[in-house]
């Protein structure tokens, strides 16, 4: 008995040895991360700082000041995001938040740098931050960080709110008004055939539409339905969204119908690209659905039926070699214009994903410098990237096949080339 008591004694404390050992390397390796999120601020603030400096000689003069500053903003944060494989979008948020961090709250960002709290405490204090007056930002800030060093960043979230609004000098009626300017709906595609639709509008208004979902779907489930209760609310949204119902009509019926029923209701103009044998009816691959990518041919047909207008493209499917595009839709582009977007299918700056469809067709080699309206010449870029190509230290080539050579202020060079048929 002795003896088993003290192996087991033995293994315990090997184990809590080890436990130990990892546990200190793991916060070890955070601390690592704070510091170097903290030089990646600094840098970001630096950076930001040197293109407010030299917007005026990196920037043509026919721009207005205000608006040079923002492209010479938006050159650097594009340069940066080049050389990382990093959003754009991504950089221009981070820079903008290391801009806060360093020159509004340079305790957090001390903190930060000795390892006492994450990035992710630093970003939940900027954040109330951000919308707190001067006046009232110093106490904010002095409650608020030693909070942050104690407990998790989820938790400095609730206790950072709190704190805001008790400290804030201004109405919360005075900033709902403003606030309620921002409400939208955001677009996100997801794998498989899923879609997320995201709306950001009033809280009272989120409330209830929550309220008139949860009892629909709870009324379908009283009636016998099948289907869980998650899947019952999705299915009550689409149908008040698109079937025109009321909330009444939805409230009244026994079962909600099916997304198969709902989806009938959509009608949409859309592109969408369908492999030949595909539509033959002996193949199951993939149709790709512009602005959102791959879906099933049924799905795809579906919507098609429905379309007042839509353009059909067909691919060889061997070599995806485009065989035709159809002329039915409403506002015909020219053959010239239809090719060079189904081509690029995107923005073909590096990093950017913004359709080929919401982009300008650029002359690689400029009109009046002797450039043909050719699609050797003809490229696909988003208002932002088209004017960006036009800063002083930047280059852009246009290689055989539509591929692009870009180089950036700093030197570096980076090469897109035109988007693959999807199957």
Request: hydrophobic letters at 40%.
């Amino acid at each position: 008995m002795t003896e088993t008591t003290t192996t087991a004694t033995r293994a315990s404390d090997d184990c809590a040895a080890r436990l130990a050992e990892f546990s200190d390397e793991w916060a070890d390796l955070h601390r690592q991360q704070a510091v170097l999120d903290a030089r990646k601020a600094r840098l970001l603030a630096r950076s930001a700082a040197y293109a407010d400096a030299f917007a005026d000689a990196t920037v043509p003069a026919i721009f207005p000041p205000a608006e040079r500053q923002a492209l010479s903003r938006r050159s650097t944060c594009a340069a940066l995001a080049m050389a990382t494989r990093i959003p754009e979008r991504t950089v221009q948020c981070a820079t903008n938040d290391a801009e806060r961090l360093v020159n509004d709250a340079p305790a957090v960002l001390a903190s930060l740098e000795a390892g006492r709290i994450s990035a992710r405490h630093a970003q939940v204090i900027t954040d109330q931050l951000c919308d707190v007056p001067i006046a009232g930002r110093a106490a904010f800030l002095e409650q608020v960080l030693p909070e942050a060093e104690g407990m998790t960043a989820a938790g400095l979230k609730n206790r950072a709110r709190v704190l805001r609004e008790r400290l804030h000098p201004e109405s919360i009626t005075a900033r709902a008004v403003r606030s309620e300017v921002d409400r939208r709906v955001e677009f996100e595609p997801a794998a498989d055939g899923m879609a997320w639709v995201h709306l950001f509008t009033t809280a009272p208004i989120a409330q209830g539409i929550i309220e008139r979902i949860e009892a629909a779907a709870s009324e379908s489930r009283a009636s016998g339905d099948t289907r869980t209760c998650v899947q019952l609310q999705a299915d009550a949204l689409a149908a008040l969204a698109l079937t025109g119902v009321t909330p009444d009509d939805v409230m009244s019926s026994a079962v909600l119908p099916h997304p198969i029923e709902v989806q009938e209701h959509i009608k949409p103009t859309v592109q969408i690209t369908v492999p030949a044998l595909s539509t033959a009816g002996v193949s199951d691959t993939p149709a790709t659905l512009d602005g959102y990518g791959p879906i099933d041919p049924e799905t795809a047909a579906r919507i098609a039926v429905n379309a007042p207008s839509f353009t059909r493209i067909l691919v060889q499917p061997e070599t995806g070699a485009v065989l035709s595009v159809g002329r039915n839709q409403y506002r015909v582009p020219a053959d010239l214009q239809r090719a060079v977007r189904l081509r690029d299918g995107t923005c073909r700056a590096p990093g950017c994903g913004r359709r080929a469809r919401a982009c300008d067709l650029d002359h690689s080699v400029a009109w009046e410098d002797g450039g043909t309206t050719d699609v050797g010449n003809l490229a696909c870029l988003c208002r932002h990237h088209h004017r960006m190509k036009h800063l002083l230290g930047w280059n852009l080539q246009h290689a055989p096949g539509g591929v692009l050579e870009w180089t950036t202020p700093d030197g570096k060079q980076h090469r897109t080339e035109p988007d693959p048929a999807p199957f």
